[in-house]
């Protein structure tokens, strides 16, 4: 039997957080996130925490039926943007 191989596109968002530190996470991948001083970092360590939860899921079911494939599959990338829309608050928090 042989083994299948294809690559996928997972969309991954990265933010800054209010001490700098770069956070990255993959929404379709359950658990699947990381961080790192550097924007390069942060997208270096996504692509390993990637890795290692396809990895856990090629053996684990359970989690396997979690991640979101319809995502990646026969797709092509349609990234159209984010952006932060400032809105007066009418109130005090």
Do not use: W
Not at 4 to 26: H, M
């Amino acid at each position: 039997m042989s083994q299948e191989s294809k690559d996928l596109q997972f969309k991954v968002l990265i933010e800054q957080d209010e001490n700098g530190v770069f956070v990255a996470s993959a929404p379709a991948i359950p658990g699947c996130h990381t961080q790192g001083d550097t924007y390069e970092e942060a997208v270096k360590g996504i692509e390993e925490a990637i890795q290692l939860c396809l990895e856990v899921a090629k053996d684990d079911k359970t989690y396997k039926e979690k991640i979101d494939f319809s995502e990646v599959e026969n797709r092509k990338p349609r990234f159209l943007g984010i952006i932060n829309i400032p809105i007066r608050l009418g109130f005090s928090l």
